[in-house]
């Protein structure tokens, strides 16, 4: 079964550290352009970071240089460390995979960032 499934979602105080992972099954993530996106309540959902097969990261610029998306291909598993977390990065965060024609969307992982 071709699918993606995120963890590491939680409650963090402002300041705080999370790593999300997101598990890749019937597929090797290493061969697609693996994404992280989110969404807050009432917004559109935003890019966050992508990783290509080449190992091209990029970020949305108000994640860049807290946040870091990696990829452990023993795995197949693609993580997104975030540090020094924000109340605005409160969001149900998603994993994305894309590769041809095909795109697959996790169930998403809620990230609460609150004192």
């Known amino acids: 079964q071709v699918q993606v499934v995120e963890s590491g979602g939680g409650l963090v105080q402002p300041g705080g550290s999370l790593r999300l992972s997101c598990a890749a099954s019937?597929?090797?993530?290493?061969?697609?352009?693996m994404s992280w996106h989110r969404q807050a309540p009432g917004k559109e959902r935003e890019l966050v970071a992508f990783?290509?097969?080449?190992?091209?990261?990029n970020y949305a610029d108000s994640v860049k240089g807290r946040f870091t998306i990696s990829g452990d291909n023993a795995k197949n598993t693609v993580y997104l460390q975030m540090n020094s977390l924000k109340p605005e990065d409160t969001a149900v965060y998603y994993c994305?995979?894309?590769?041809?024609?095909?795109?697959?969307w996790g169930q998403g992982t809620q990230v609460t960032v609150s004192s």
């Open positions: 019937g597929f090797t993530a290493s061969r697609r352009r």
């Open positions: 994305n995979a894309v590769g041809g024609s095909t795109s697959y």
């Open positions: 990783i290509t097969p080449v190992g091209i990261t």
